[in-house]
């Protein structure tokens, strides 16, 4: 028989009441508006979105990361697991809950990620963190976006500030070369696809595991030209 849920926390949001909730050693379950959000058991696809989207920087010598939405901290987790002691990740999380949850309750479900000494973490909207390395041309090697759903073309319009065309330009100009711009969705959404394509990215779809509901990783690199910078001669382009 399952063991009923704790409460463990609770803080009201613009979307509704965020809840941390456990009832296991390792079972913890994160709900807003009694939606749930995320499961500590449940975590395939955002361990898959972190090597998706750093599995070109594994040689690179000092990577830098910007991680949008800090959840359970399993995709943070995965990123630093690829990269070297001089890479750097930064954070932006909106709520300053969630930080301290990955800081207490839940830090052991990742060994503590967000408190690596690679990882600064700053309460922040991932899409103005976008937007002024974009102006001030500050490149990040990956651009990751975890958040609650991922796009949808009936609730995110060509002018969303994450998923719309023009947050999409920012990305892509916020990249360095053969720079990745990775986003976790619930499902497959073939506008958001378009969008990035038309962007100028080179795309691929990932649905990780088997069977059943799976989620979806959008990967999509920037150009590089041949032996341009971040290439090295005889590495394969895109």
């Known amino acids: 028989m399952a063991l009923p849920w704790k409460r463990l926390d609770r803080v009201a949001t613009p979307e509704g009441v965020l809840e941390l909730r456990q009832r296991g050693p390792r079972d913890f379950l994160i709900t807003v508006g009694g939606r749930v959000l995320m499961n500590s058991t449940a975590q395939r696809s955002e361990i898959a979105l972190g090597r998706i989207a750093c599995r070109h920087l594994q040689h690179h010598p000092q990577p830098g990361i910007l991680l949008g ?9 995965a990123v630093l697991d690829f990269l070297p002691a001089a890479g750097r990740v930064l954070v932006a999380e909106l709520n300053p809950v969630v930080l301290a949850w990955c800081r207490g309750p839940l830090a052991g479900l990742t060994a503590s990620a967000v408190d690596d000494p690679r990882v600064t973490a700053e309460i922040a909207d991932a899409a103005e963190v976008i937007r002024t390395a974009a102006d001030r041309q500050t490149a990040f090697d990956a651009v990751i976006l975890d958040l609650y759903t991922g796009p ?34 619930e499902n497959f959404e073939p506008v ?23 989620h979806v990783v959008y990967r999509a690199r920037k150009a590089v030209s041949p032996n341009g910078p971040g290439q090295k001669k005889g590495d394969p382009p895109g």
């Open 152 to 185: 949808y073309a009936h609730c995110h319009g060509g002018d969303d500030p994450l998923y719309g065309s023009g947050a999409i330009a920012r990305a892509h100009a916020a990249l360095t070369p053969g720079g990745v711009f990775a986003v976790w969705g």
């Open 69 to 77: 939405g800090l959840g359970m901290g399993f995709t943070l987790k």
């Open 192 to 214: 958001f696809e378009s969008r990035l394509r038309a962007a100028g990215f080179k795309v691929t779809i990932a649905r990780p595991g088997r069977g059943g509901f799976r």
